[in-house]
């Protein structure tokens, strides 16, 4: 049959006999359809699982960059009330000090890390190592900075000095 085309040309073209599907070439169709059906199910169902989890950890510790801030201020603290000398200074801010810390044990913020603990690798960052006779190995001899946990995560390594022999 000749045509012309959008440009004028003539073009010959035969219609074209369709191969009939067999029974088995639909099966094959339909299966493959339904592996990607399933697989398209389960790629969603991952993702919303993933977006669940994240969802709930942002919830869960909505507060950890707010909290990482009093945690400087809470150094401060303690580093008055080492450094002065007026001991009613030094009173009013083991007030406020004591007052932040019934706050953060409220909110499930624990201290960790004291001279005498156990060295932690998974808590604690070790900032130097000492060699004292009267202390065991791998204990804990000085702590610079206490650290923090904020329900189950680690908001601040505790900076100790360890024992080691």
């Not at 006999?17 to 697989?39: C, F, G, M, P, Q």
């Not at 401060?76 to 009013?92: C, L, P, Q, V, W």
């Not at 913020?109 to 932690?120: L, N, R």
């Amino acid at each position: 049959m000749n045509k012309d085309n959008k440009n004028g040309i003539k073009e010959n073209k035969k219609p074209k006999k369709a191969k009939k599907a067999t029974k088995k070439d639909l099966e094959l169709i339909i299966k493959s359809l339904e592996d990607k059906n399933l697989r398209l199910q389960a790629e969603f169902d991952n993702f919303r699982k993933r977006k669940d989890v994240e969802i709930s950890n942002l919830l869960k510790y909505e507060g950890k960059s707010f909290i990482l801030d009093f945690l400087s201020i809470l150094d401060n603290i303690n580093r008055g009330i080492e450094s002065y000398k007026d001991e009613d200074t030094k009173k009013a801010l083991s007030i406020v000090k004591n007052d932040l810390l019934k706050k953060f044990n409220s909110r499930e913020i624990k201290a960790f890390g004291e001279s005498g603990d156990d060295f932690d690798p998974e808590l604690h960052e070790a900032l130097t190592t000492t060699n004292d006779k009267k202390m065991e190995d791998n204990k804990i001899v000085e702590v610079y900075e206490s650290g923090y946990m904020y329900k189950d995560i680690i908001l601040r390594h505790a900076k100790v000095v360890v024992n080691k022999k």
